[in-house]
């Protein structure tokens, strides 16, 4: 059976034979480095990178360490071992010397490994993290070898791996991985080929794609690793970069997009009805629009803009493009609350021209549902707002001109092109907008196949939020200002984190909160509003809000895409340091919306983390929507910034987007000159290009792995 395997690998191509086959591995340990790793072939093993180094080369003297120190190397002997302590108490201790100081080392688990292992009297080279208790340091768990067995010829920098625990309660540790590595790379050498062409080699003086692999493994130097992680992190962006760029460039040749020029009904209304003058980045965004539009090519923009920038007028008014060009639009917002948002703002400039609106949610009655089918199939019903409801089958449009989807991050890509198929003949013009502001480097990667436009100012009138940080023992203060911001008239959001609807622990905080600020404030009335509440039950206590009937509203996040209230001008946030940057940006947007000045209150323990701290000071800093979103980028990573929905996309092996921002662009200027010469890749010198595409496997979506 055995030699069947290996008949079968030699047919394989390199890098998709079973990891089960490389030296050191076997059947045990590909079954445990599959479920834990994901490493399943050679190819995954090459690139499961290493996430730091260690600097091996430098030995501490005892007497030196300090507790910042995140790891020491020394060298000396062990005096003594002892074992201290009873039960799940019990360890091991070594009292281990370099002649000038004394450290212990301590196990708690494999104690008689280590007794047979490790004796008195040998000395031995000490790796691991100093931890102090009172004027006793100890190392918990140290690497340690004889000083004999050191080989002389150990890398500078020693490559440490992702691990699990199961992994190494088996003996698996980075060693071990690093062994395995020495194996792979030793018998890969003649089948890493070259993916790049030469001309970018040259320009941004890169290693060769073998000499980056080695190096990313086994540096010999800072130099040579920062050499392999630009190379490495360059192919990685570049491919995603090429691929969505590729995407872009089939669809726009391939789909033909109705061509929407008159602008007759749009003059109308600027002349008319609009209420106030636009902002110069809402007219920029119109007209990059309307060039989409009248270009015979369908349109996939993504608009983006700060809470309360103006994208829904921005909607309405390309709305009247396609209606002017006797053609519907829809909009498909992400919840019922949301949509009845648009829909009561949208309505009122339609009633003005006099153009059919209609709304379709969950809960709209059968009866309205069949005369709204009725309408949109025979053409009288121009705009149609909606939820996910907008995608059942029974829902026909006449023809429909524009779909525009609001946080389309909400919706996975199989949502969004079940609304694109409503027409049969041409597919409708697209426009998704978002109020997350989206980092440039993000947008680039999640939305690259889009083009993209950015309002970057607000409604003239807007005064900025005054945000400040108070500890909890400011309490007094805060609500003392409270009292003063309602007498005034204005009214308050107290906004409790609720992280998962189900917790019970996060719904008593909120409950407690609700009765605490009902016995500070007796006086008022106030709401309360949370996910586990029933849908009227909500409407009716926001609806309370909205007129005034209640100044104080205790919320979870569930107000974060909520209803607008222009009197509402105070937003205290509680554990503000359990939110995320974007979501406290998001919160601090529901004030803001009237003339008044309005202010955020962000409140937390005095304990905080630098993450946390960092936060909050970028909060009180700016209210710029996209440098908050960089920083969020910069501490959290882009896989929690958007949810999972577009994971696929950013199942990154080693380029980081939000610290190489630099190398993106490089990647996506070098892609983007390749496709507009050489659509096809015909040219023999983008050959590393084809070839390394042919070998890919279809459903790869990272197109950097190795295959």
């Given at each position: 059976?055995?030699?069947?395997?290996?008949?079968?690998?030699?047919?394989?191509?390199?890098?998709?034979?079973?990891?089960?086959?490389?030296?050191?591995?076997?059947?045990?340990?590909?079954?445990?480095?599959?479920?834990?790793?994901?490493?399943?072939?050679?190819?995954?093993?090459?690139?499961?990178?290493?996430?730091?180094?260690?600097?091996?080369?430098?030995?501490?003297?005892?007497?030196?360490?300090?507790?910042?120190?995140?790891?020491?190397?020394?060298?000396?002997?062990?005096?003594?071992?002892?074992?201290?302590?009873?039960?799940?108490?019990?360890?091991?201790?070594?009292?281990?010397?370099?002649?000038?100081?004394?450290?212990?080392?301590?196990?708690?688990?494999?104690?008689?490994?280590?007794?047979?292992?490790?004796?008195?009297?040998?000395?031995?080279?000490?790796?691991?993290?100093?931890?102090?208790?009172?004027?006793?340091?100890?190392?918990?768990?140290?690497?340690?070898?004889?000083?004999?067995?050191?080989?002389?010829?150990?890398?500078?920098?020693?490559?440490?791996?992702?691990?699990?625990?199961?992994?190494?309660?088996?003996?698996?540790?980075?060693?071990?991985?690093?062994?395995?590595?020495?194996?792979?790379?030793?018998?890969?050498?003649?089948?890493?080929?070259?993916?790049?062409?030469?001309?970018?080699?040259?320009?941004?003086?890169?290693?060769?794609?073998?000499?980056?692999?080695?190096?990313?493994?086994?540096?010999?130097?800072?130099?040579?690793?920062?050499?392999?992680?630009?190379?490495?992190?360059?192919?990685?962006?570049?491919?995603?970069?090429?691929?969505?760029?590729?995407?872009?460039?089939?669809?726009?040749?391939?789909?033909?997009?109705?061509?929407?020029?008159?602008?007759?009904?749009?003059?109308?209304?600027?002349?008319?009805?609009?209420?106030?003058?636009?902002?110069?980045?809402?007219?920029?965004?119109?007209?990059?629009?309307?060039?989409?539009?009248?270009?015979?090519?369908?349109?996939?923009?993504?608009?983006?803009?700060?809470?309360?920038?103006?994208?829904?007028?921005?909607?309405?008014?390309?709305?009247?493009?396609?209606?002017?060009?006797?053609?519907?639009?829809?909009?498909?917002?992400?919840?019922?609350?949301?949509?009845?948002?648009?829909?009561?703002?949208?309505?009122?400039?339609?009633?003005?021209?006099?153009?059919?609106?209609?709304?379709?949610?969950?809960?709209?009655?059968?009866?309205?549902?069949?005369?709204?089918?009725?309408?949109?199939?025979?053409?009288?019903?121009?705009?149609?707002?909606?939820?996910?409801?907008?995608?059942?089958?029974?829902?026909?449009?006449?023809?429909?001109?524009?779909?525009?989807?609001?946080?389309?991050?909400?919706?996975?890509?199989?949502?969004?092109?079940?609304?694109?198929?409503?027409?049969?003949?041409?597919?409708?013009?697209?426009?998704?907008?978002?109020?997350?502001?989206?980092?440039?480097?993000?947008?680039?990667?999640?939305?690259?196949?889009?083009?993209?436009?950015?309002?970057?100012?607000?409604?003239?009138?807007?005064?900025?939020?005054?945000?400040?940080?108070?500890?909890?023992?400011?309490?007094?203060?805060?609500?003392?200002?409270?009292?003063?911001q309602v007498e005034r008239g204005r009214q308050v959001y107290f906004v409790y984190p609720l992280i998962d609807e189900s917790e019970k622990l996060d719904l008593k905080h909120l409950m407690d909160g609700y009765e605490s600020i009902s016995r500070a404030f007796p006086e008022y009335a106030i709401s309360i509003l949370h996910g586990q509440m029933k849908p009227e039950a909500k409407e009716f206590e926001m609806a309370r809000f909205v007129k005034g009937e209640t100044k104080i509203m205790v919320a979870t996040t569930v107000i974060e895409v909520g209803v607008d209230v222009p009197n509402a001008s105070v937003m205290i946030i509680e554990s503000a340091e359990r939110f995320g940057l974007s979501q406290l940006h998001q919160l601090r947007g529901r004030v803001g919306r009237g003339a008044e000045q309005s202010y955020?209150?962000?409140?937390?323990?005095?304990?905080?983390?630098?993450?946390?701290?960092?936060?909050?000071?970028?909060?009180?800093?700016?209210?710029?929507?996209?440098?908050?979103?960089?920083?969020?980028?910069?501490?959290?990573?882009?896989?929690?910034?958007?949810?999972?929905?577009?994971?696929?996309?950013?199942?990154?092996?080693?380029?980081?987007?939000?610290?190489?921002?630099?190398?993106?662009?490089?990647?996506?200027?070098?892609?983007?000159?390749?496709?507009?010469?050489?659509?096809?890749?015909?040219?023999?010198?983008?050959?590393?290009?084809?070839?390394?595409?042919?070998?890919?496997?279809?459903?790869?979506?990272?197109?950097?792995?190795?295959?």
């Amino acid at each position: 059976m055995r030699t069947c395997a290996h008949e079968h690998i030699r047919t394989l191509p390199f890098f998709e034979t079973s990891i089960e086959f490389l030296k050191g591995v076997g059947p045990q340990r590909a079954a445990l480095l599959q479920k834990e790793l994901k490493i399943f072939t050679f190819g995954d093993l090459l690139q499961h990178y290493p996430f730091r180094y260690e600097d091996r080369t430098k030995f501490y003297s005892i007497k030196e360490i300090t507790e910042e120190m995140p790891f020491v190397q020394l060298i000396g002997k062990i005096t003594k071992m002892e074992m201290i302590g009873l039960g799940f108490k019990k360890r091991l201790v070594g009292h281990f010397s370099d002649g000038n100081g004394t450290i212990e080392l301590v196990w708690f688990q494999a104690i008689p490994w280590v007794l047979q292992k490790i004796k008195p009297g040998i000395e031995y080279v000490v790796f691991g993290k100093p931890n102090r208790f009172g004027k006793t340091f100890s190392i918990a768990h140290p690497e340690i070898e004889p000083v004999s067995m050191r080989s002389e010829k150990e890398g500078f920098l020693q490559p440490i791996y992702a691990l699990t625990e199961t992994l190494r309660k088996r003996h698996i540790d980075s060693k071990v991985i690093s062994k395995l590595q020495h194996e792979v790379i030793k018998s890969s050498q003649n089948h890493i080929h070259e993916t790049l062409p030469d001309y970018l080699i040259k320009k941004f003086r890169f290693l060769s794609k073998r000499e980056a692999i080695n190096n990313i493994h086994f540096p010999s130097g800072i130099e040579s690793l920062a050499a392999a992680q630009a190379r490495l992190k360059f192919d990685e962006l570049f491919y995603l970069q090429l691929r969505l760029l590729k995407m872009k460039l089939v669809r726009y040749e391939k789909f033909k997009g109705q061509i929407f020029s008159d602008t007759a009904i749009l003059t109308q209304f600027y002349k008319q009805h609009l209420p106030f003058s636009l902002t110069e980045a809402q007219k920029k965004v119109i007209r990059e629009i309307y060039n989409n539009m009248k270009s015979g090519h369908q349109m996939n923009r993504l608009l983006q803009g700060d809470v309360g920038s103006g994208k829904t007028i921005v909607a309405f008014i390309c709305m009247l493009l396609v209606i002017g060009g006797d053609a519907q639009a829809a909009l498909m917002a992400p919840t019922e609350i949301l949509s009845q948002q648009h829909f009561a703002s949208l309505k009122k400039y339609a009633d003005a021209m006099g153009i059919p609106i209609g709304r379709l949610t969950g809960s709209t009655k059968k009866k309205e549902r069949k005369i709204l089918h009725e309408k949109l199939q025979d053409g009288t019903m121009k705009i149609l707002v909606g939820t996910h409801a907008l995608l059942e089958e029974e829902v026909k449009f006449h023809k429909l001109g524009l779909a525009v989807i609001d946080e389309q991050h909400r919706f996975g890509v199989a949502q969004r092109s079940k609304l694109w198929q409503k027409n049969t003949e041409l597919y409708p013009h697209v426009l998704v907008m978002t109020a997350t502001p989206i980092p440039r480097t993000l947008a680039m990667t999640l939305y690259g196949d889009l083009d993209v436009s950015t309002i970057d100012e607000l409604p003239k009138g807007r005064k900025p939020i005054k945000t400040t940080h108070q500890f909890d023992s400011h309490r007094l203060l805060v609500n003392a200002f409270v009292k003063e911001q309602v007498e005034r008239g204005r009214q308050v959001y107290f906004v409790y984190p609720l992280i998962d609807e189900s917790e019970k622990l996060d719904l008593k905080h909120l409950m407690d909160g609700y009765e605490s600020i009902s016995r500070a404030f007796p006086e008022y009335a106030i709401s309360i509003l949370h996910g586990q509440m029933k849908p009227e039950a909500k409407e009716f206590e926001m609806a309370r809000f909205v007129k005034g009937e209640t100044k104080i509203m205790v919320a979870t996040t569930v107000i974060e895409v909520g209803v607008d209230v222009p009197n509402a001008s105070v937003m205290i946030i509680e554990s503000a340091e359990r939110f995320g940057l974007s979501q406290l940006h998001q919160l601090r947007g529901r004030v803001g919306r009237g003339a008044e000045q309005s202010y955020c209150i962000l409140l937390t323990s005095f304990k905080l983390s630098a993450d946390s701290k960092l936060r909050m000071a970028t909060m009180v800093r700016t209210n710029n929507g996209f440098e908050i979103a960089d920083t969020d980028l910069k501490l959290r990573g882009p896989g929690d910034l958007m949810g999972t929905q577009q994971s696929g996309l950013l199942d990154l092996l080693i380029a980081d987007l939000g610290k190489d921002q630099q190398i993106l662009l490089q990647a996506r200027e070098a892609a983007t000159e390749i496709l507009k010469n050489d659509p096809e890749l015909k040219n023999s010198e983008h050959q590393p290009i084809k070839n390394h595409l042919s070998s890919l496997k279809k459903t790869v979506v990272n197109w950097a792995k190795i295959s």
